[in-house]
């Protein structure tokens, strides 16, 4: 008998989340994410499952985050037929957001393709569809926090509230009588973990006492200073103050789901305390519009003085659904709000928004979250002085901003202290869902005072681990990877590309005169052909 895993995804990355575990019983997935960031990550979405659909017989769902669900759809649709385990908040959650992503798919793809044809390309198809997507929801199965539910013969898992979104969940499983001296095999998953002093969730919780905890990583290397709900709105506060005194925007990338809530609900509050100008707030996404309903309607605060429900129905708040009511707001000028989607400014309405105002300096770009590598999110944070969108170079002139009290992800000592209390920790510590930087802060944080070094693991894309065995023995893969590792972590060429291209564009424009723009280009040319 023995129990294996294989990191089919958040392997030294933040997307992609999913963990295949296999045993005599059946076949068991956590998460089912979308790949995110570089090309090279997003073409994996495209590709087949290293696993057959069919073969897996039930899926454990820790959230409603596309990187831990976005998959789901294609799995259904590629012959899977077993349950969905998830909470009830993370099934109302994914009822939108599934059935969303597979529309921006779909429209993604006929874009691509009316370029493909006039290029004499290929027709390619979408991940899948929003049909598809609505089609996969028959799957999911609620489940209650802290209750035990049988999910395969000999397995059983129960959810614990991970405090990172609504309906978030760490999953403990357990395999009967593959532990050592016959007992339980037991596995705790942590998802995505909330940090302390959230808006609209508790701390995270989970019990203790496991053969193998799998954490995410994502600001493990990241330690912020300790925040309450007062001192968030003062330093949000301090940043409309500096943007409305600009006179511009104040472009914000919407994380759709409780993020933009909490933004919301705090920006709000502000204006309605007079700590700031008041102005009106477009919220130009659909879906930041669904989840502000579900979150009208369900969640609650740890703030006492914050009422949820009525600060969502402020008169302030304008919800901008269709394309023409998006297209109206960029004929404004002055100080005004706009929350649009996506978060890491990799699609959606922002991505216009940014086009109309990036090159213009009373405007003020706040960026609210994690920006994955490779994304433009991460360009913009990263201090580029141009950018391409939709094939267009764009000079950025306007404040860019970070704000990181809003992450709904714990930072690095939160995340040490989330795994230290789950001790007794009997066989490893494996480190996912976070870039090489992110994974190597938190192992300093917990080798040895935590777990003895030779218990941490920071798996590659694709690898498999024996379980059963006294410690994980790693089982060789190099036939089976869909990356080769150094893929995974480097920015691919498509980035390189775009640096390079705004690099040439950059010593042309800087170049004295045409004649010294023509001998840049002849150099640049006879480089070229020198290498053909
Ligand atoms: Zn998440």
Redesign the pocket.
Known sequence: MSVIVRFCGAARTVTG?CHLFQTAAGRLLVDCGLFQGSKTLKALNYRAFPFRPADIDAVLL????I??SGLLPKLVRDGFDGKIFATQGTIDLCSFMLPDAGSIQESEVATLNRRNAARGRPEVSPIYTQAEAVASLDRFQAVEYRTWVDVLPGVRARYWNAG??LG?ASIEIEFAGEGIGREPLRILAS??IGPDAKLLEPDAEAPTDFDYVFT?S?YGAVDRPPITAALRREHLAAEVLAASAARGPLLIPAFAVERTQELLVDLIALMERGKVPTAPIFLDSPLAIRATEVFRQHASSTDPEIDVRQLLSSPHLRFSETVDESKAIARLSGFHVIMAGSGMCEAGRIRHHLKRWLWNGAATVLLVGFQAQGTLGRFLADGAKAVRIQGEEIKVAARIRRIDDYS??ADGPELARWVAARRPIRRGVFLVHGEEFALAGLSQRIVERTVPTAQVFAPLLDDIYELSTLAPTPIDVAQRRRLVPEAVVALDWHNDMSRLILDINDRIEAAADDRARGVIIRRLQRALDADS
């Open positions: 989340s820790t959230h409603a985050h990187d831990h990172h979104l978030s998802g995505d995410e994502t709904g992800h």
